[in-house]
């Protein structure tokens, strides 16, 4: 078993979608986590990170749920650009960083 | 916000030829760089922890002879693919943190392609 699973995807879904991904993590002592957004052929770029009370960023939600060892996150009112690799990415508080293996959205018109 | 410098962003080299990627942090030090390695349509793998003033870390699999890293200063990390083959033909990416919980930043990559 990965120490950080996500669902591949694809997930195609229409303009205007709410849509929402997992990733599981199997080391009780992961301390931070993140999410991260690829484009094709580019470089991961942050897209926020994950907070133990869930945090908000305009259309965009994270959530943590230790109990169950999973981050989540949403997206609303998804736009075209939003098409792209999602990572999650998690670290342990002996400095180790796991990344998913990320989850791919299509937002079609 | 934290930058991180890659060069070249693309390269094309003949086989056995030795390639070098830098790594730059413009606006922050960095005691400590990544590199990956991101196949097509595949995830990003650590290949190596670069440490300022020490030798990198090496994941299990990656050769350390092959591919040589010098963390010079707080602000360069080098990855040198040495007798480069077509196999080592990817897309090499670095990345630098100010602080495991802040996230990493990284850098734009490097799509190598040895011929």
């Known amino acids: 078993r990965k120490e950080v699973e996500q669902d591949p995807g694809p997930f195609n879904v229409p303009e205007g979608a709410t849509v929402a991904f997992n990733c599981t993590y199997s080391?009780?002592?992961?301390?931070?986590f993140f999410w991260y957004r690829q484009d094709c052929r580019k470089e991961p770029k942050l897209l926020m990170s994950?907070?133990?009370s869930g945090n908000e960023d305009g259309r965009f939600t994270a959530q943590l749920n230790r109990a169950s060892q999973y981050i989540s996150l949403l997206i609303r009112d998804s736009k075209l650009s939003d098409s792209a690799t999602y990572l999650c990415?998690?670290?342990?508080?002996?400095?180790?960083?796991?990344f998913g293996d990320g989850t791919t959205l299509t937002v079609k018109p | 916000g934290a930058v991180v410098s890659q060069h070249p962003s693309r390269v094309i080299c003949k086989s056995g030829t030795s390639v070098k990627i830098e790594c730059r942090s413009l606006?922050?030090?960095?005691?400590?760089m990544f590199w990956y390695r991101q196949f097509p349509k595949q995830s990003l793998m650590l290949m190596a922890t670069?440490?300022?003033?020490?030798?990198?870390?090496?994941e299990q699999g990656v050769e350390k002879d092959k591919f040589l890293i010098n963390h010079a200063s707080l602000t360069l990390s080098t990855l040198t693919v040495t007798s480069a083959h077509p196999e080592d033909s990817s897309f090499y990416i670095c990345?630098?943190?100010?602080?495991?919980?802040?996230?990493?930043?990284f850098g734009s990559g490097t799509r190598l392609t040895v011929v």
């Open positions: 990345s630098a943190t100010t602080g495991m919980e802040y996230g990493y930043t």
């Open positions: 080391n009780s002592a992961s301390q931070s």
């Open positions: 994950v907070y133990s």
């Open positions: 990415v998690v670290n342990t508080n002996a400095g180790k960083s796991t």
């Open positions: 606006d922050f030090q960095a005691t400590t």
């Open positions: 670069s440490n300022e003033g020490s030798k990198a870390t090496y």
